[in-house]
């Protein structure tokens, strides 16, 4: 499954200040159709911000990003979801006094679902939402919470997927569960960017992996490979990899 | 038959038609009408406030605008109370269109600068620099379009209209996109939710209903100095109506307009502090007891509360 | 020229005082204490209490005004803001909590003073120091006007603001010398990770919600001298009048606020000399300018938009 198609999303020299703090400083990488690509790094490398600037919701202060060659850098989020660009969030933010079903719809109904997309049904079948379709949102267990954020992004029908820990608070069972479904996805030709804590899971899913730091990449390759650059390891101080 | 019609069939005809004839069995024409006023104000903060989360301390800028608005079309221009009825909705409008930017401040911050925007338009109108323009200070007389029968048929007009708002609202992937912008501004957006504009949608439908009230207030009354129809009293009421209900809901607002403005006017016009006495303990019991209204005691055990 | 602006810093001083309860409170707490102008009405009454039934000078008012309206702060404090905290929405809701306090307090006033507007003579103040006066300035021992740079000002003026000062420096000593107000800076600064290093945040915003009261109702001790006269209805106004000032010097920034009501008495006494009849508009204005504009306030960094 390595992907061999043209990138969809290219990032580059993108900087993004808050105050004096460089949070973003001259991140460049890209992703393409099919491919699954991990972000990781130390907690303060830039990993969500990078999403967070992806999906719209910063500009960037300097650098460009582009998706499907458009020019995407600043758009409002909206917009970049009827380009096709979607994310799920680190802390679950579904519509808590809406019932799941009618989470689910605004996104339907305003990501610009087509004959096309797959039925309501089958999305909350497929994420183990079905039975609680009538219920709000807030009644959910966190877990749950993060497959709605997921089912939102996906009834938008995306072409690139922003997944912002997605796994943390996962049992192994679940864990194994959502890894077959990330890979099915990116089967179907979705790209997708993962941000991940859990190093096992990202070995488990990840095609190529992108180690950030202060703000920029400082390696480009596989999660293997990754983990024998002295400066990765230093990066790390030997600690998130053994765990 | 679709919840939209089923709800207005069963929700808004029955009021409509219960404050359509009970002039002719009750004789206290002055407090079925105020009865109007205050269903039009709750509801038009249950649509912006229920729907989208903003609280508008300075609603009544909205109904002070649309009785001056109708004021100076009736005193400079002759225009025939109708027209200046809608002219009063209009002025609301645009009072909303300037204050757009408002809605970029978040939470308690929208509603204090709400507050000042309604008191800078009061300030503005009874301004005695003014005088040629709105009368300033002195109050307006307007005797020639004088007619309480029209002007309550006309409220309830402008009654049916703002509950029609109200239902499409509740049963439109609309009023869904507008609850979901409440919820969560940026999920939404990655719902593919324009939220700028749903917001602005909104303000505007909220000011139009207000502005009109306030338009058709003038026409009932006739006579009113700037204090009347900017009196803090109005959005105080219909905030606190709407919220004693249950907002984001169609009937909540009534019922706590019929409750609560009920008991005002059981014990409220001698003793207007008793009453603020109650409906300021009122307020704090259901902040601290009951944050989601009176429907929501239904809703808790799972009851669909149109 | 001269006369506005040493006017202008007067009254600014004074405001400073109005309003930096209200921004302690916020800033320790997130929380809108709309009731604010009330407490700083009922420090009025204090102040009316103190001189015509005791017979006293008004400045004994605060000392009894500061310590009664920190209790009350306290107790009230752990009454209703657990609960708030526990809520979703607790900014809202302490927004719509307080308001409704701010009608009960009013309403209780109004059923037990009536509504009359209450003034003390403005020689009053500060007479019991009319020789300590001329012992400093030199002259016979007066309460009269104060002669500064060929000018004359009430004293009474001079008396606010040179009590305003102190309050500042009090409240500065406070947060910058004091064990409990160094936790105070970290939890106005830092809330989630003062509760995360054991920081005990309900005493220290206990605290500062007394602290706050407190400091509202000796700003009330003045309330008469500088607007001339009050009733129960008065709190609204300079709960405005205090958003103005703590607004313009930046939430959540208690010492801004000394600058914010500074910039605002100077503004508010100019446009009073030379447009007297826009003055009143003045403060709106001012605060949805300064909340669009620069919503994080003067010296602010924070900035609060939706």
Same mark, same amino acid.
Request: charged letters at 10%; proline letters at 5%; aromatic letters at 10%.
């Given at each position: 499954?390595?992907?061999?198609?043209?990138?969809?999303?290219?990032?580059?020299?993108?900087?993004?200040?808050?105050?004096?703090?460089?949070?973003?400083?001259?991140?460049?990488?890209?992703?393409?159709?099919?491919?699954? %690509?991990?972000?990781? =790094?130390? @907690?303060?490398?830039?990993?969500?911000?990078?999403?967070?600037?992806?999906?719209?919701?910063?500009?960037?202060?300097?650098?460009?990003?582009?998706?499907?060659?458009?020019?995407?850098?600043?758009?409002?989020?909206?917009?970049?979801?009827?380009?096709?660009? #979607?994310?799920?969030?680190?802390?679950?933010?579904?519509?808590?006094? %809406?019932?799941?079903?009618? #989470?689910?719809?605004?996104? $339907?109904?305003?990501?610009?679902?087509?004959?096309?997309?797959?039925?309501?049904?089958?999305?909350?079948?497929?994420?183990?939402?079905?039975?609680?379709?009538? /219920?709000?949102?807030?009644?959910?267990?966190?877990?749950?919470?993060?497959?709605?954020?997921?089912?939102?992004?996906?009834?938008?029908?995306?072409?690139?997927?922003?997944?912002?820990?997605?796994?943390?608070?996962?049992?192994? +069972?679940?864990?194994?569960?959502?890894?077959? /479904?990330?890979?099915?996805?990116?089967?179907?030709?979705?790209?997708?960017?993962?941000?991940?804590?859990?190093?096992? !899971?990202?070995?488990?899913?990840?095609?190529? *992996?992108?180690?950030?730091?202060?703000?920029?990449?400082?390696?480009?390759?596989?999660?293997?490979?990754?983990?024998? *650059?002295?400066?990765?390891?230093?990066?790390?101080?030997?600690?998130?990899?053994?765990? | 038959?679709?919840?939209?019609? $089923?709800?207005?069939?069963?929700?808004?005809?029955?009021?409509?038609?219960?404050?359509?004839?009970?002039?002719?069995?009750? #004789?206290?024409?002055?407090?079925? !009408? #105020?009865?109007?006023?205050f269903?039009?104000l709750a509801?038009g903060v249950n649509?912006i406030y229920g729907?989208t989360g903003y609280l508008p301390f300075g609603y009544v800028g909205?109904f002070?605008?649309?009785?001056?608005?109708?004021?100076?079309?009736?005193?400079?221009? @002759?225009?025939?109370?109708?027209?200046?009825?809608?002219?009063?909705?209009?002025?609301?409008?645009?009072?909303?269109?300037?204050?757009?930017?408002l809605?970029?401040l978040s939470g308690a911050y929208f509603s204090i600068a709400n507050l000042a925007a309604a008191l800078?338009?009061l300030?503005?109108?009874?301004?005695?620099?003014?005088?040629?323009?709105?009368?300033?200070?002195?109050?307006?007389?307007?005797?020639?379009?004088?007619?309480?029968?029209?002007?309550?048929?006309?409220?309830?007009?402008?009654?049916?209209?703002?509950?029609?708002?109200?239902?499409?609202?509740?049963?439109?992937?609309?009023?869904?996109?507008?609850?979901?912008?409440?919820?969560?501004?940026?999920?939404?957006?990655?719902? =593919?939710?324009?939220?700028? $504009?749903?917001?602005?949608?909104?303000?505007?439908?909220s000011?139009?209903?207000a502005?009109?009230?306030?338009?058709?207030?003038?026409?009932?009354?006739?006579?009113?100095?700037?204090?009347?129809?900017f009196s803090a009293d109005f959005s105080i009421f219909a905030i606190v109506f709407a919220l004693f209900g249950g907002v984001?809901?169609?009937?909540g607002p009534?019922?706590g307009v019929?409750i609560l403005y009920?008991i005002y006017?059981?014990?409220g016009?001698?003793?207007p502090q008793y009453f603020q006495l109650i409906y300021g303990l009122l307020i704090m019991a259901l902040v601290l007891f009951l944050p989601a209204g009176l429907?929501?005691?239904?809703?808790?055990?799972?009851?669909?509360?149109? | 020229?001269?006369?506005?602006?040493?006017?202008?810093?007067? !009254?600014? %001083?004074?405001?400073?005082?109005v309003g930096?309860g209200l921004n302690l409170v916020f800033?320790?707490m997130r929380i809108v204490n709309l009731a604010h102008g009330d407490f700083l009405m009922l420090?009025?009454?204090?102040?009316?209490?103190?001189?015509?039934?005791?017979?006293?000078?008004?400045?004994?008012?605060?000392?009894?005004?500061?310590?009664?309206f920190?209790?009350a702060g306290?107790?009230l404090y752990?009454v209703l803001v657990p609960r708030l905290q526990?809520a979703r929405d607790p900014e809202m809701l302490s927004f719509i909590l307080f308001f409704g306090f701010s009608q009960v307090i009013e309403a209780l006033t109004t059923i037990?003073?009536?509504?009359?507007?209450?003034?003390?003579?403005?020689?009053?103040?500060?007479?019991?120091?009319?020789?300590? $006066?001329?012992?400093?300035?030199?002259?016979?021992?007066?309460?009269?006007?104060?002669?500064?740079?060929?000018?004359?000002?009430?004293?009474?003026?001079?008396?606010?603001?040179?009590?305003?000062?102190?309050?500042?420096?009090?409240?500065?000593?406070?947060?910058?010398?004091?064990?409990?107000? +160094?936790?105070?800076?970290?939890?106005?600064? /830092?809330?989630?990770?003062?509760?995360?290093?054991?920081?005990? *945040?309900?005493?220290?915003?206990?605290?500062?919600f007394?602290?706050g009261l407190?400091?509202a109702a000796?700003?009330g001790?003045?309330?008469?001298?500088?607007?001339?006269? !009050?009733t129960p209805a008065f709190g609204i106004d300079a709960t405005v009048t205090s958003f103005v000032v703590v607004v313009?010097?930046?939430l959540?920034?208690?010492?801004?606020?000394?600058?914010?009501?500074?910039?605002?008495?100077?503004?508010?006494?100019?446009?009073?000399?030379?447009?007297?009849?826009?003055?009143?508009?003045?403060p709106y204005?001012?605060l949805?300018?300064?909340l669009?504009?620069?919503?994080?306030? %003067?010296?602010?960094?924070?900035?609060r938009?939706?």
């Amino acid at each position: 499954m390595s992907p061999d198609a043209a990138p969809i999303l290219e990032v580059s020299g993108v900087v993004k200040r808050f105050g004096g703090f460089h949070a973003l400083d001259g991140l460049s990488f890209h992703v393409s159709p099919g491919e699954i %690509l991990g972000l990781v =790094g130390p @907690n303060g490398s830039g990993k969500t911000t990078a999403i967070n600037v992806i999906s719209g919701l910063y500009a960037p202060d300097a650098g460009s990003v582009s998706f499907a060659q458009t020019q995407v850098g600043g758009m409002a989020s909206h917009k970049l979801v009827h380009l096709g660009i #979607n994310r799920t969030f680190q802390v679950p933010k579904p519509f808590m006094s %809406l019932t799941v079903k009618q #989470n689910v719809e605004v996104a $339907r109904t305003y990501g610009g679902a087509t004959d096309k997309s797959p039925p309501m049904a089958d999305l909350l079948e497929e994420y183990r939402l079905a039975d609680v379709a009538n /219920r709000p949102a807030s009644d959910l267990t966190n877990a749950q919470q993060k497959m709605l954020d997921l089912v939102r992004a996906l009834a938008t029908q995306p072409k690139l997927l922003l997944l912002d820990e997605l796994a943390a608070g996962l049992n192994p +069972t679940e864990l194994d569960w959502i890894a077959g /479904r990330i890979k099915a996805l990116a089967q179907g030709g979705l790209a997708i960017i993962v941000v991940e804590h859990l190093m096992g !899971f990202i070995e488990q899913i990840t095609d190529r *992996v992108i180690v950030m730091n202060a703000g920029k990449e400082i390696f480009e390759g596989t999660l293997a490979v990754a983990v024998k *650059v002295p400066q990765v390891i230093e990066v790390f101080l030997g600690g998130e990899h053994a765990a | 038959m679709p919840d939209t019609v $089923r709800h207005y069939l069963f929700i808004a005809v029955p009021l409509l038609v219960v404050l359509a004839v009970a002039p002719s069995v009750y #004789n206290n024409h002055l407090l079925l !009408f #105020n009865f109007v006023i205050f269903f039009i104000l709750a509801q038009g903060v249950n649509i912006i406030y229920g729907f989208t989360g903003y609280l508008p301390f300075g609603y009544v800028g909205f109904f002070g605008a649309g009785a001056y608005g109708f004021a100076i079309m009736v005193m400079h221009l @002759n225009a025939p109370a109708p027209l200046a009825v809608l002219v009063g909705g209009a002025v609301a409008v645009v009072l909303g269109l300037i204050l757009t930017p408002l809605l970029r401040l978040s939470g308690a911050y929208f509603s204090i600068a709400n507050l000042a925007a309604a008191l800078a338009v009061l300030h503005l109108i009874a301004n005695p620099a003014l005088e040629q323009i709105t009368k300033g200070p002195y109050g307006v007389a307007l005797n020639g379009t004088f007619n309480p029968t029209m002007a309550y048929a006309g409220g309830i007009l402008i009654l049916a209209l703002t509950l029609g708002i109200v239902v499409y609202l509740k049963n439109s992937s609309f009023g869904l996109a507008l609850q979901a912008v409440r919820e969560d501004s940026f999920s939404a957006s990655m719902s =593919g939710v324009s939220v700028v $504009r749903m917001r602005t949608i909104a303000w505007r439908a909220s000011a139009l209903v207000a502005g009109l009230a306030g338009g058709v207030f003038a026409w009932y009354v006739s006579v009113f100095y700037p204090d009347n129809v900017f009196s803090a009293d109005f959005s105080i009421f219909a905030i606190v109506f709407a919220l004693f209900g249950g907002v984001a809901t169609i009937s909540g607002p009534l019922i706590g307009v019929i409750i609560l403005y009920g008991i005002y006017n059981l014990i409220g016009f001698t003793t207007p502090q008793y009453f603020q006495l109650i409906y300021g303990l009122l307020i704090m019991a259901l902040v601290l007891f009951l944050p989601a209204g009176l429907v929501s005691l239904a809703t808790r055990r799972g009851w669909n509360v149109p | 020229m001269l006369y506005p602006l040493i006017a202008g810093v007067l !009254f600014g %001083l004074y405001f400073s005082l109005v309003g930096i309860g209200l921004n302690l409170v916020f800033g320790v707490m997130r929380i809108v204490n709309l009731a604010h102008g009330d407490f700083l009405m009922l420090g009025a009454f204090v102040a009316f209490g103190i001189y015509t039934v005791a017979g006293l000078d008004p400045l004994v008012g605060i000392p009894i005004a500061f310590a009664l309206f920190c209790i009350a702060g306290l107790l009230l404090y752990w009454v209703l803001v657990p609960r708030l905290q526990r809520a979703r929405d607790p900014e809202m809701l302490s927004f719509i909590l307080f308001f409704g306090f701010s009608q009960v307090i009013e309403a209780l006033t109004t059923i037990v003073f009536g509504t009359s507007e209450r003034s003390i003579p403005s020689r009053e103040l500060a007479n019991s120091l009319a020789g300590v $006066r001329a012992a400093i300035f030199g002259g016979e021992p007066t309460n009269g006007p104060f002669r500064l740079l060929g000018l004359s000002f009430p004293a009474s003026w001079v008396v606010a603001a040179t009590v305003s000062v102190i309050a500042i420096g009090c409240v500065y000593l406070y947060l910058y010398r004091t064990r409990l107000g +160094t936790l105070t800076r970290a939890v106005m600064s /830092r809330r989630d990770e003062a509760i995360a290093t054991g920081i005990n *945040v309900d005493r220290v915003s206990a605290a500062a919600f007394g602290i706050g009261l407190g400091l509202a109702a000796v700003a009330g001790v003045f309330a008469p001298f500088m607007f001339g006269s !009050f009733t129960p209805a008065f709190g609204i106004d300079a709960t405005v009048t205090s958003f103005v000032v703590v607004v313009l010097g930046s939430l959540g920034n208690p010492l801004g606020t000394a600058l914010g009501g500074i910039v605002y008495g100077v503004s508010y006494m100019i446009v009073q000399t030379y447009l007297s009849s826009w003055a009143d508009l003045l403060p709106y204005v001012l605060l949805i300018a300064i909340l669009l504009l620069r919503p994080s306030g %003067l010296l602010g960094r924070r900035v609060r938009v939706a």
